[in-house]
């Protein structure tokens, strides 16, 4: 097994105005290639900041964050977003797709930023969602489309342009608990049968079984490992 | 699917607001192709003027008539190679809607200063030899079915005859054409000398004289020169060149390019505040898929040309379409008032000019939303600050 993620003494602090808020301190983890981790803890102990800087939406106060190999902090605004277009794959809390277009456009959205023919990346978003079993849903648009289905058409979308890495925040926490279950099993089978390695953000206890390993953080900081 | 295709999709996020938005777009530019129409069709005289011709015309008003005697003091002005007159007759034909210039002229003299004028040389002669002779455009005979022999009527608006009569008969005996004219000639020319003995006031006047010039580089000179003539006698002249003589007629109805360029100014900044209002309340609605946009991976340049290419869009599809209605109605608009501006038409430099516009109103009012959107940060923006 090859480290996919490795942080080394990573802080991080939000200045707003004249306070400053420690949310990360000094934070030291390894994740493996292949690997589903769950990050659970309370509100506020930094779980959705820490799933920022490995998605490498965010950037640490200090520390160094090395992802599939390439160290963020030394990406320029741009380089860091094409990183990002080439290995990760996000998933959100409320799905977060654009409610203008269909479920298929949606799952084809990463693509545009590949050099990817028009017909392929058509193809591909049709994969991508006979994946997650929504095929037959590719032309409705979200608002059509019950909360699992968004959330199977953002893992689609987060999983056509085949990223090293899945990093979901919350993707459970707006479903109903069979829906989250279906939902869980999707990511199972994506990290079992695909190899993507998966780093999950969930409060739900039941969620963070269906991971192999589970941290714990509280106020900023790394207090336990389990594994499932 | 294609970035035009995401835009596309974008921008009709919220189909009434857009389309109403569109709506205002396509009527400003609609406004823009016919007003712009019209304010050409004042001033196309000027921008085919002839270049070795100068206008001597009243200095302080253009009712005013000249003497006549001036022409003989014109001719020795060195420099001039020959002079003619005309005068402003008004008059109606039938209907007031069948305008066209009608010019008592002397008929030699002023086909020898419009050489682009033909005419045939019989018909010329039985213009110069029939006191009541009268010459028109060809495509004139054809529109209102004269043929060479009628007897045209006129009723005179300015100009009474001797007997108090308003009813002006002139015997059509011959017809003109101009080679190679971007306009067609619309004058109705008639005997000077008949007007003149049968007019009841203003006899021995003559409304404007025209003068060719031997060398135009010197027209300013000789123009300068005319004018000294007469400088301090109760008939001072102006002398212009055709080109000023034309819009200074054409302004007599006030400065037509500022009245456009005024009425235009308003609506599309009218247009321009409407537009930016909705390119950013669509902005604001949308700024965590923008962020989500940026999460999957698209450059911060790249989210802020989309933003951009939005407000183009917008801008440029209703420049399109207003233009398209535009050049649409104009075969329309220009029947009905090719009395009052004959050469009405959407030229194809108000149609490049106006799409050229539709794109920059696009820049101005998406540049500041886009910058926005560059700037966005996605930590802050998924979070909803």
């Not at chain 1, 808020?21 to 390894?30: A, E, M, R, W």
């Not at chain 1, 392929?120 to 032309?139: F, I, P, Y």
């Amino acid at each position: 097994m090859t480290a996919i993620v490795k942080l080394e003494g990573v802080s991080r602090t939000y200045v707003r105005g004249k306070e400053s808020l420690k949310v990360l301190d000094d934070i030291d983890l390894t994740i493996e290639r292949g690997d589903f981790v769950a990050l659970m803890g309370p509100s506020g102990s930094g779980k959705t900041t820490l799933l920022n800087l490995i998605g490498g939406i965010d950037r640490p106060s200090s520390g160094s964050v090395e992802v599939v190999g390439q160290k963020l902090e030394t990406l320029s605004s741009k380089a860091l977003a094409q990183w990002r277009a080439a290995h990760i794959g996000f998933i959100f809390q409320f799905y977060n797709l654009l409610p203008v277009l269909t479920a298929a456009r949606n799952v084809e959205l990463p693509l545009l930023l590949t050099k990817l023919s028009r017909a392929q990346r058509k193809a591909n978003a049709l994969t991508a969602l006979e994946v997650v079993g929504l095929a037959d849903r590719s032309t409705h648009k979200p608002g059509e489309l019950s909360g699992g289905q968004q959330q199977r058409v953002a893992i689609a979308r987060a999983i056509v342009a085949d990223p090293d890495l899945l990093v979901c925040d919350e993707p459970t926490g707006d479903l109903d608990r069979q829906t989250a279950d279906e939902i869980l099993e999707l990511l199972e089978l994506l990290n079992r049968d695909h190899g993507k390695t998966i780093v999950m953000v969930t409060h739900d206890p039941k969620a963070a079984q269906h991971a192999r390993h589970t941290l714990q953080l509280d106020k900023g900081g790394l207090v336990a490992a389990t594994v499932s | 699917m294609s970035h035009l295709a995401l835009m596309w999709s974008s921008l009709f996020r919220r189909k009434a607001r857009t389309t109403l938005t569109l709506l205002s777009v396509v009527i400003a530019f609609l406004l823009f192709g016919l007003l712009r129409s019209v304010a050409d069709a004042f001033t196309v005289g000027i921008d085919i003027a002839g270049v070795d011709r100068l206008i001597v015309q009243p200095k302080y008003s253009i009712i005013d008539p000249v003497p006549m005697a001036h022409i003989n003091q014109i001719a020795r002005v060195d420099g001039v190679a020959a002079v003619t007159h005309a005068d402003w007759f008004g008059g109606i034909y039938q209907d007031r809607s069948n305008f066209f210039p009608k010019y008592p002229v002397d008929p030699r003299g002023y086909f020898a200063l419009y050489p682009e004028y033909t005419i045939d040389a019989a018909q010329l002669d039985a213009f110069a030899s029939t006191r009541t002779g009268a010459v028109a455009p060809a495509q004139m005979l054809e529109e209102f079915g004269w043929k060479i022999g009628d007897r045209i009527p006129i009723e005179a608006d300015i100009w009474p005859k001797k007997d108090g009569s308003r009813l002006w008969e002139f015997e059509l005996v011959g017809s003109y054409d101009a080679i190679g004219a971007e306009v067609p000639p619309s004058e109705f020319l008639f005997q000077y000398d008949y007007f003149d003995e049968a007019r009841q006031f203003g006899n021995g006047g003559v409304g404007w004289f025209i003068v060719r010039v031997a060398d135009p580089a010197k027209s300013a000179e000789i123009a300068r020169a005319i004018d000294a003539l007469f400088e301090n006698s109760p008939n001072a002249t102006r002398t212009a060149t055709e080109a000023e003589f034309a819009m200074q007629f054409a302004n007599q109805v006030g400065d037509i390019g500022l009245m456009m360029t005024g009425i235009l100014g308003a609506v599309f900044f009218t247009i321009l505040l409407l537009t930016a209002n909705t390119m950013a309340q669509a902005l604001r609605e949308r700024i965590p898929e923008l962020a989500v946009m940026k999460t999957l991976g698209f450059t911060d340049a790249q989210v802020a040309a989309l933003v951009l290419g939005e407000a183009v869009l917008l801008c440029v599809l209703g420049g399109v379409i207003g233009l398209g209605i535009a050049a649409f109605l104009e075969g329309g608009i220009a029947t009905a008032i090719k009395g009052i501006l004959p050469t009405f038409a959407l030229s194809t430099t108000t149609i490049a000019t106006g799409t050229g516009l539709a794109v920059v109103l696009g820049i101005a009012v998406g540049l500041l939303p886009a910058l926005r959107a560059r700037r966005l940060s996605i930590v802050d923006a998924l979070r909803g600050h």
